[in-house]
């Protein structure tokens, strides 16, 4: 048994991406600030190190968020956590400035992350999944704390830890086409890199990428790069890439004042949130990105001799695979095949479903009319008293609190507001819990 499973944590983290990083810098932070008033924490993270979509950081790739939306800038503009002081420390401020640029490198920003989760080491266990929560069996009375079940980590068997509140943030899930396995010419976008690599390719003769997105777009530029021998093909569902609304106006919609107006805002205002500004998100691509590969379309036009091509309007409805060839059965009106040696969907993800891991304790969380789990503006689960402690999510809260909800954006006012959340809830419950002086208690009559 861990020494820690002895132990009742105030905070759990079930994964520790980028989301859970940023609640551990703020209640770090509210250690140091309110040291007679500590939060315990500890996290647990299924990968063996840190790692932030590793498969998708291609070169010269940059991010779609200014980096100021780090992990704790916009709560606190003067933690030692922040991008900037990253630069500072290593030595690549003065350079970054001159740059002239509110977006580094893909590369640059995960290389932050890692450099804020190095300091961390000792309230994270790596190469650990939990299993699953529920209520802690035995001793008396109601119980006021979650018993999580974990598989791996340092002792790499099995073990139970206890908290009085559990923050979920385990990512989002690879969409794949129903009926398409991945298998070593069939990738997800977020294998790509690394499947990429391990693969031999001088044999590649064509290569597919199927989806409109960033990602999408990412990749087929990097194979247009990688195999200069290859016939590229982008399969698009639409008529090309749309464009990313990343106009000032539009990028309000990722302000944290935004998340107000959609949590209390009417039906109505919430489907004009995803009616106008879906656009500044899902299945769009940055114009830089956009002008390139058209660039190259054009002048492989000139030149006679094409090797990318963009088919439009098209779906994927099968692949097909026989040893080491992969048929690719497209419908634009009609069905046809294509032949290619590797195929990668770009074909997104799903949001965060924490159904599966609350098990027996889904019965207490209440949900809406479209059965969604009911959450409260401080993004822990709307629950009965029988649930015995705090349930928060990072991520699969679009349905409450708006396009931020799984995005890098609001990560930072985001987990200060659920660290507050478990501070202020927890003070209160011990004002509840104080007994009366007995000047106070008066005498029953």
Known sequence: MDARAAEVYDVVGIGFGPSNLSLAVALEEHNIQAPDDPVTAFFFERQEAFGWHRNMLLPTTTMQIPFLKDVATFRNPASRYSFVSYLHASGRLAGFVNNQTFFPTRLEFHQYLEWVASNFTDRVSYGAEVIGLRRPEGGSGVPTCLEIEVRGGASRGRRSVR?????????????????????????????????????????????????????????????????????????????????????????????????????????????????????????????????????????????????????????????????????????????????????????????????????????????????????????????????????????????????????????????????????SRRRIERELERPIPAEHAGNPR
Request: charged share 25%; with cysteine; hydrophobic share 35%.
């Open 163 to 423: 908290a009085r509140n559990v923050v979920v943030s385990t990512g989002l899930v690879p969409r794949m086409p129903e009926g398409v396995p991945c298998d070593d010419r069939v990738w997800h976008s977020s294998q790509f890199l690394t499947s990429f690599r391990r693969l031999d390719r001088t044999g590649l003769r064509s290569v597919a990428v199927v989806g409109a997105g960033q990602s999408a777009a990412e990749i087929t530029r990097y194979l247009h790069d990688s195999v200069p021998h290859a016939q590229v093909h982008s399969i698009i569902p639409a008529y090309g890439y749309s464009l990313a609304d990343d106009t000032p106006f539009a990028n309000q919609v990722f302000d944290p004042n935004a998340v107000d107006d959609y949590y209390f805002g009417t039906d109505r205002a919430r489907q004009a949130f995803w009616d106008y500004h879906k656009n500044t998100n899902y299945s769009v691509v940055d114009d830089d990105v956009i002008r390139d590969l058209y660039r190259r379309s054009y002048e492989e036009d000139v030149r006679g001799a094409r090797r990318l091509h963009f088919l439009n309007l098209t779906r994927v409805s099968e692949v097909k695979r026989a040893g080491d060839d992969t048929r690719v059965l497209l419908m634009n009106g009609e069905t046809r095949e294509l032949e290619v040696d590797l195929c990668v969907f770009a074909t997104g993800y799903q949001a965060m479903e924490p159904t599966g891991l609350l098990g027996e304790l889904d019965q207490y969380c209440l949900r809406d009319e479209a059965g969604r789990h009911r959450v409260e503006r401080d993004y822990r689960l709307t629950a009965g008293p029988e649930l015995p402690g705090g349930i928060y999510l990072q991520g699969g809260t679009e349905h409450t609190h708006g396009l931020s909800s799984s995005l890098l954006s609001n990560i930072a006012v985001r987990s200060g507001e659920i660290a507050e959340s478990i501070v």
